[in-house]
């Protein structure tokens, strides 16, 4: 099969030009559902940088004075150890509240540049036996004011609350999004039989004389993937606000302390993007090739 | 260059449109092919190109078993084969160069290709004053002239033309014969289904009478009844 890139390239905008207007639905609808879809992506990222520290049944840190010393610190490990109402804890040494820390600001380089470990408060990450409110306020009170302490800081309902908030919008994306891709899908169909449809003379003679079905195919499968890139390319501006405006704007350091860490970081973004572009290639693919098969091979 | 051997086309409610028919054809042969309407002219002819395949029998295309071509072969095979319809089947948003350039375009030729031979075949057939014209500026006969143009273009060795002159004046189908018999001393073999009896009764030339389906008479140097 010869292609000539001009004529493909010409048949491609002369179909997108003869449905412009269902072409421009596509491509919005495409863009929203795409969008949606990466937002959940980027709000489940933020919200998962925003509460790493309370992963795992997590219930209350206990954040020690950088300069405690060894006997103090031993004595905060002791009563973790011989609690009976502390099922596991963790220790967090200055190294590695470096590393989470760098992870958590990798986008502000003149922040992590100045911190070093040694200024790092190191730390006891603690699961209680039972994480109702009332035991785990009771249990993080007894480690308060202890020599060597610095600050303990309990994952209080507002945390969890803001957990299933985030669970239940992030359903809410995803459940929107794939619907909306399903009637990108089925738009992107309808273009494309539309296309087949308004060219039947010309796809006869084609035939006729011999074209190929991948030379005949393929102006209509373009038609569709362009519908798609162009989607995908306004659900990444509509992503890079939603990152800069809302994600960012929640998690300056004047905002709430919750938060605070509730961000994306760009190879989180880049993923999400990248996916949202293979999301709509395959979208496109399916739509096409259905129309293809379904209307033109038959 | 056309073999066919009890070849047999029944399509959907038991209908036969060929039955048993065996017939050869060779290189440069110019064929009518005649009969009533429903006596399957069309569907030989169709059955020439693989639009339609038959239930029984082998056909062979310039020594090849086209039942056996797999389907991506199939626009190979067409490539060899000019088709020229009844009502044109002109693209009216093109004009007569575009038309025959469509043709090869489709089947990736190169563009040096179709601006050599583009204008050669439209002087061929007598239209080079109107190459910019589209296909509603034209008479009915220029717009035949055209469709052979586009069929011949790639030079296939086989032409099928089904009621070529159908909606056509006498006078207008004479000069489509005269062109379509030029073509056939080029050493094309021309194949053409036709209810014009003087069409066939002046050619004088091979004709293949079709009646419900089966061959009735294979007349060399024929006449219509």
Same mark, same amino acid.
């Given at each position: ?6 004529? /493909? ?10 449905? /412009? ?9 495409? &863009? /929203?559902?795409l969008w949606?879809f990466g937002g $959940?992506f980027l $709000? ?29 610190? @031993? ?17 967090? @040494? ?47 009170? %007894?480690?308060?004011?202890?020599? &060597? ?11 969890? @609350?803001?957990?299933?908030?985030? @669970? ?40 006729? /004389? ?16 362009? %519908?798609?890139?162009? &989607?995908a390319?306004g659900a990444w501006i509509g992503l890079r606000i939603l990152d800069d405006?809302?994600i ?8 709430? %302390? ?6 994306v970081?760009?190879?989180?973004f880049?993923?999400t993007s990248?996916?949202v ?22 | 260059?056309?073999? *066919? ?64 071509? +797999? ?69 009915? +006969? ?25 909606? *056509? ?9 005269? *062109? ?41 140097? +024929?006449?219509?009844?």
């Amino acid at each position: 099969m010869s292609l000539n890139p001009v004529y /493909v390239l010409r048949e491609t905008g002369q179909n997108l030009w003869r449905n /412009v207007l269902s072409s421009a639905a596509a491509v919005i609808t495409i &863009g /929203v559902s795409l969008w949606l879809f990466g937002g $959940f992506f980027l $709000f489940n990222y933020a919200v998962d940088n925003a509460t790493a520290r309370w992963e795992g049944g997590i219930e209350f840190v206990v954040w020690m004075q950088p300069e405690a010393s060894l006997e103090q610190d @031993d004595n905060i490990r002791t009563s973790i150890e011989t609690s009976p109402s502390i099922r596991s804890w963790t220790y967090v @040494d200055q190294d590695e509240t470096l590393e989470e820390f760098q992870e958590i600001f990798a986008d502000t380089p003149e922040l992590t540049e100045v911190v070093s470990a040694e200024i790092l408060p190191p730390s006891y990450r603690v699961v209680p036996v039972d994480p109702s409110p009332d035991v785990v306020a009771e249990l993080a009170s %007894q480690f308060v004011d202890r020599p &060597g302490v610095q600050e303990v800081v309990s994952a209080d309902k507002t945390i969890r @609350d803001i957990q299933n908030l985030a @669970d239940r919008v992030t359903r809410v994306f995803l459940v929107g999004s794939v619907i909306l891709l399903t009637a990108a899908t089925l738009l992107i169909l309808t273009n494309v039989v539309s296309a087949i449809r308004s060219r039947g003379a010309e796809i006869e003679i084609m035939k006729v /004389v011999g074209a190929t079905n991948w030379f005949i195919r393929i102006p209509f499968m373009l038609e569709g993937l362009v %519908q798609a890139v162009l &989607g995908a390319m306004g659900a990444w501006i509509g992503l890079r606000i939603l990152d800069d405006t809302v994600i960012r704007g929640l998690s300056q350091p004047d905002s709430l %302390q919750l938060m605070q860490g509730f961000q994306v970081d760009r190879s989180e973004f880049y993923s999400t993007s990248l996916l949202v572009l293979v999301i709509a290639v395959v979208v496109s693919g399916i739509g096409s090739a259905v129309a293809v098969t379904r209307y033109l091979d038959a | 260059m056309i073999k *066919l051997s009890s070849v047999t086309k029944v399509y959907k409610g038991a209908v036969v449109a060929v039955r048993d028919v065996t017939v050869d054809i060779g290189k440069g042969e110019f064929v009518f092919l005649v009969g009533p309407s429903g006596s399957g002219k069309s569907t030989f002819i169709r059955l020439l190109n693989r639009e339609e395949r038959p239930e029984h029998g082998t056909i062979y295309v310039a020594g090849k078993d086209i039942g056996t071509l +797999g389907a991506w072969r199939v626009p190979y095979l067409r490539r060899n084969i000019g088709f020229i319809f009844q009502d044109f089947k002109l693209l009216p948003k093109k004009t007569v160069a575009e038309n025959v350039a469509f043709a090869l375009e489709v089947i990736g030729k190169p563009r040096h290709v179709v601006r050599k031979q583009v204008p050669a075949i439209v002087e061929l057939v007598g239209l080079s004053a109107k190459m910019e014209n589209f296909p509603h500026e034209l008479s009915g +006969g220029e717009q035949q002239r055209v469709s052979v143009a586009r069929a011949f273009v790639n030079r296939p060795p086989i032409l099928l033309a089904d009621e070529p002159t159908g909606n *056509l004046d006498p006078q207008t189908s004479v000069g489509i014969m005269k *062109l379509l018999d030029r073509i056939n001393r080029t050493g094309t073999t021309v194949v053409m289904a036709t209810h014009d009896r003087s069409i066939v009764d002046t050619m004088r030339r091979r004709v293949i009478e079709l009646d419900r389906g089966s061959i009735v008479r294979d007349q060399a140097r +024929g006449v219509y009844e």
